[in-house]
């Protein structure tokens, strides 16, 4: 049995846990889901800005419903004449948060931890592999924390097209809130 205040492996903050799990994958797992809660908050705050839906009633929404509102706001803005370039832009904003959202934090969120070796000090380096809904194929999310640095990065690029979405529909909302 291991002794759990022996190794940092199950302390976090202070805070003692029965499961091990590395500081560093702990960090850069964090730092990966908080960027994704961060793209969605900004899909939320499209969505509002643009006078689509209420904030409250976008902050109950789940990521996929987020993502559907978000590809219909685009359909009424494409419905007016001068909607034409926000719809565009909606569209854009739409491909890079589907992207992000079942490529990368799907993944990430229904994946397994499996024994990727150990870090320079001997502490068990856990993996995240996801499975696939057939059950039988899987690949690999991370082997390392740096990969889940590369995953909040890769997450964090599809701000640039929500961004230039979300000042456009500022710009020029379909109602005023």
Not at 55 to 79: C, S
């Amino acid at each position: 049995m291991t002794d759990a205040a022996a190794d940092e492996t199950h302390v976090t903050l202070g805070r003692q846990f029965r499961t091990p799990a590395h500081p560093d994958v702990l960090a850069a797992l964090g730092r990966a889901l908080f960027c994704f809660l961060s793209l969605e908050e900004t899909v939320t705050a499209i969505l509002t800005d643009a006078g689509a839906v209420p904030l409250p009633m976008t902050r109950a929404k789940m990521a996929g419903a987020k993502e559907t509102a978000l590809q219909d706001l685009a359909d009424d803005y494409r419905a007016f004449p001068k909607g034409i370039e926000i719809a565009d832009a909606l569209d854009a904003a739409v491909t890079a948060f589907r992207h992000a959202r079942q490529s990368m934090r799907n993944e990430l969120l229904h994946a397994h931890p499996f024994t990727a070796g150990t870090d320079s000090h001997g502490h068990y380096l856990p993996g995240l592999a996801y499975t696939a809904k057939d059950g039988k194929s899987w690949k690999t999310v991370s082997r390392s924390p740096e990969d889940l640095l590369d995953l909040a990065a890769a997450i964090e690029g599809a701000l640039d097209p929500l961004n230039s979405a979300r000042a456009l529909v500022q710009s020029t909302p379909l109602s005023v809130p």
